[in-house]
């Protein structure tokens, strides 16, 4: 036994100092047996619990009554220290047992660490600059679009008449044994003389997805939340999208705390323009009842707000760009894990991540973006020494 084994000094000792020795010797060999990973040692654990149950035991009796309670419960709970009671407390939170607490400083620190500089957020497709509606005016939003499916240039005023758009709803990818570009989504080759080459899914309208900010803010106004004062919040954000006769547009927002995981906001968003294709089997959404979903600017009047989205909030996402794009945000904190965790021309996908950092399998069907805006940040945590299960934060 080492040197350093010895009871804390108490003003008033409940028992003999030679007697709590004995009994410290004994419970250091019980933790040994019941907690060999103990963190700093089984001495310095055996130590801290002895000094708290002579603290708190006003006399011999209860001393001894209450070192043989500790000895039991922790036979009985093979050292689980969340179940451990000392004088009718708890001796340690469920989360701080299982990874160590870590506080909210700490964390902010790490997380101001990881924002992006500006630079960098508009080479990922970021808008960082104000469109003023004069240079959006200049550049009003084609009379012609190409479909973002099957690439054929279709007018645009006349999205919504029927028409027959046949696409695949994978990107084709080259089979080295066959030396051919396949879709995953069908088999199908480029080199197949059936029509199912052009397409194994069709749909009734060709859709179109605008990305400059021009084309964007024509639609609906950028919005630079540096104009909203508010807490210094971290949040993380998810979007599902659909196609409309005014492009791609929200659908779907989600917006996670990151401290409580708790959802502050999850809402059905009635886009702008007439919907054309939900895309239900990626973003979930089935039908959007204009009766009780909330539209595009009620959506975004009670986001933005100084206890939501603000000037000071941290926002977190995987390609965060499209969200914010879609939401018609211009935002300046941000910590992306499509930029953070990606190697090469390629980003990883959050899928990917999920799995290989959180053992987790995510949009395994339709995506839900309640399950994405907490897996990002899960990812996040568990790469940065954040437990993920800490839900108190000093
Ligand atoms: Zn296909
Ligand atoms: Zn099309």
Redesign the pocket.
């Known amino acids: 036994m080492s040197g350093t084994l010895r009871p804390i000094d108490l003003v008033s000792q409940p028992a003999p100092y030679p007697e709590r020795y004995k009994i410290l010797q004994k419970l250091v060999v019980l933790l040994q047996k019941v907690r060999p990973n103990a963190a700093g040692g089984a001495s310095k654990l055996a130590i801290g619990l002895e000094g708290r149950v002579a603290k708190t035991s006003s006399s011999s009796q209860s001393y001894r009554f209450n070192m043989s309670v500790l000895f039991r419960d922790l036979s009985k709970h093979k050292g689980d220290l969340t179940k451990i009671r000392i004088a009718q407390k708890p001796i340690v939170s469920a989360s701080r047992a299982s990874q160590g607490n870590i506080s909210k400083a700490a964390v902010m620190e790490k997380l101001k660490a990881l924002l992006h500089e500006n630079s960098v957020l508009e080479k990922n497709g970021y808008i960082m600059r104000n469109v003023t509606s004069e240079s959006a005016k200049n550049a009003l939003l084609g009379a012609h679009e190409t ?1 973002a ?2 690439n ?1 240039k279709f007018e645009r005023a006349s999205i919504m008449k029927k028409t027959l ?1 046949r ?1 695949h709803d994978s990107k084709k990818q080259f089979d080295k044994v066959t030396k051919s570009y396949q879709y995953p989504c069908c088999g199908e080759s480029t080199a197949s003389t059936s029509f199912l080459r052009l397409g194994c899914k069709t749909h009734k309208h ?2 179109f997805k605008p990305e400059t900010a021009e084309a964007l803010s024509d639609i609906s106004e950028f919005i630079k939340t540096s104009k909203i004062r508010g807490e210094e919040n971290v949040l993380a954000l998810d979007c599902e999208m659909g196609f409309t006769s005014l492009g791609y547009e929200m659908i779907r927002l989600t917006i996670v705390d990151f401290f409580t995981s708790k959802t502050l906001f999850d809402e059905i968003v009635q886009p702008l323009g007439e919907v054309v294709d939900l895309n239900t089997q990626f973003s979930g959404v089935s039908e959007i009842d204009k009766q009780s979903s909330l539209t595009f600017q009620e959506t975004m009047a009670r986001v933005l707000s100084p206890k939501l989205i603000n000037a000071n909030s941290i926002l977190i996402g995987h390609g965060l760009e499209n969200d914010l794009n879609v939401m018609r945000i211009v935002h300046q904190k941000i910590i992306d894990t499509a930029i953070l965790y990606s190697t090469g021309r390629y980003k990883n996908s959050l899928k990917n991540l999920a799995f290989e950092f959180l053992s987790r399998k995510i949009q395994t069907g339709e995506h839900d973006s309640s399950e994405d805006a907490i897996a990002t940040m899960d990812v996040l945590k568990v790469k940065n020494g954040i437990p993920i299960d800490q839900k108190t934060w000093d």
């Open positions: 479909c499916r099957c054929t758009c696409y060709h859709v």
